[in-house]
């Protein structure tokens, strides 16, 4: 072994990791080279004074802030509050987009135009509300009151209101602005009964996706409590040395004993 | 408790006792890791922290491909590097004088004192990922493979690395003289 060879294996010699063999080599390289006897020993003393490095110990600032963190980590309520809102922020705007999709150009809330539809055509597609309505219910009804008004078949057949409040031209905006004006108020067609099943189908999807995100956000709610129940019960018991109180407030105990 | 420090709390024992003995074990393993790295009381004591949230809350996955420690200090490793970055600074070594251990005696107080000054100065002239193995092996007395466990590598880049940053430390500590 020539000292090339025996330089780049002093850190592992020094530290056991060599096979026997090659150990065998580097000790008789070692006893007839004095430089790599030497560069040996000041490997040595690097490690040796390394090791003599002072230690940092955690003291009692340390776990004090430590179990603050760990509190502040476990606050049940912002954790929840945070999916949950950022969950139904997703859902409502999946809904707002699918109505603002499906529904037509928004008409004065004075119907004077709203077409005829009898009532046994529209049985089969939408039963009598009841009293009290669900948000997702009251949504589909609105997108399929709008659908049976005016469907959107062609953009340049819809109605155009002679008189059109002003506010709603605003909320229309650039669209509702630059909107041809009729010469005079047209009855809108009747949708066909292939539209209102496309738009009841629709909003039947529609609730469904809607329930399913509901109970999906309930799911992932109660499982994030219980994942932070358990969290709060094992660091009681884990902490328990400590001497610390288990903590129901949510503050930070003042002193510990070791 | 997160599922990690739960994890190894059931392999070692089961017994719910042992868990704040783990806690505190863990802790000083990654505050003195830390410390070594970042060479500042203050940084290493955040990064520590943070490490053991991590491990209590189960936020960086532990895959029981290795020893728990190890995945702590890769870690510490990792939020170690993540502050220098973020600070764009060197490392500021502490001068208190409980982390020198001073017991009175000003001449070998002083002695040791600026020991410890030319060690810190030398480290913190290492890059990052030599500063770390260097302070694994020598100081924390992690093997070779447990350090290819820590940094993810192949052992024979453990070898070469290790031996690279040996001589670069070396090389700094000669140019202190």
């Known amino acids: 072994m020539n000292c090339v060879k025996a330089k780049d294996v002093l850190g592992m010699y020094l530290d056991g990791e060599l096979r026997q063999r090659h150990r065998c080599a580097v000790q008789e390289h070692l006893e007839a080279c004095e430089s790599c006897r030497g560069e040996l020993t000041s490997l040595s003393s690097i490690s040796a004074r390394l090791s003599s490095l002072p230690v940092c110990e955690p003291g009692e600032a340390f776990y004090r802030r430590l179990f603050q963190r760990v509190w502040e980590q476990r606050q049940p309520a912002s954790t929840m509050s945070g999916r949950y809102v950022w969950g139904a922020a997703l859902a409502a705007t999946a809904m707002l987009a699918l109505f603002l999709t499906l529904r037509p150009p928004l008409e004065p809330v004075e119907q004077a135009t709203r077409p005829a539809v009898s009532a046994p055509q529209m049985a089969d597609v939408r039963p009598e509300p009841p009293a009290r309505l669900s948000a997702a219910s009251q949504l589909a009804q609105v997108a399929d009151a709008s659908a049976t008004q005016a469907p959107p078949v062609n953009p340049s057949a819809m109605p155009k209101p002679l008189t059109q409040p002003r506010r709603l031209r605003v909320a229309r905006g650039v669209t509702a602005a630059r909107a041809p004006r009729s010469p005079s108020v047209e009855e809108s067609p009747s949708p066909t009964p292939q539209q209102v099943a496309a738009v009841s189908e629709a909003l039947a999807r529609l609730s469904t996706v809607a329930q399913e995100t509901g109970d999906a956000l309930h799911r992932a709610v109660v499982l994030q409590a219980k994942r932070q129940e358990t969290a709060r019960e094992t660091l009681e018991s884990a902490f328990s040395a400590f001497a610390v109180s288990p903590v129901t407030t949510g503050e930070v105990p003042e002193t510990h004993e070791l | ?177």
């Open chain 2, 1 to 177: 408790m997160g599922p990690a420090i739960a994890a190894e709390v059931e392999r070692v024992s089961g017994a719910a006792r042992l868990s704040s003995t783990l806690v505190d074990q863990y802790a000083r393993q990654a505050l003195a890791f830390a410390y070594h790295v970042l060479g500042n009381r203050e940084d290493a004591e955040d990064v520590a922290q943070e490490a053991l949230i991590r491990a209590l809350f189960g936020r960086a996955p532990f895959r029981h491909e290795a020893a728990f420690s190890t995945w702590l200090y890769r870690v510490v490793h990792n939020l170690c590097i993540d502050r220098m970055r973020a600070e764009k600074r060197a490392p500021c070594a502490s001068l208190d004088a409980q982390d020198y251990r001073i017991n009175g005696d000003a001449h070998r107080d002083f002695d040791r004192v600026l020991e410890i000054a030319a060690l810190r100065q030398a480290l913190d002239s290492l890059p990052p990922a030599m500063r770390s193995i260097i302070i694994l092996r020598d100081v924390e007395g992690l093997s070779y493979d447990e350090l290819k466990s820590v940094f993810r590598i192949p052992l024979g880049t453990v070898k070469s690395r290790l031996n690279h940053a040996r001589r670069l430390l070396r090389q700094a500590l000669e140019a202190q003289k």
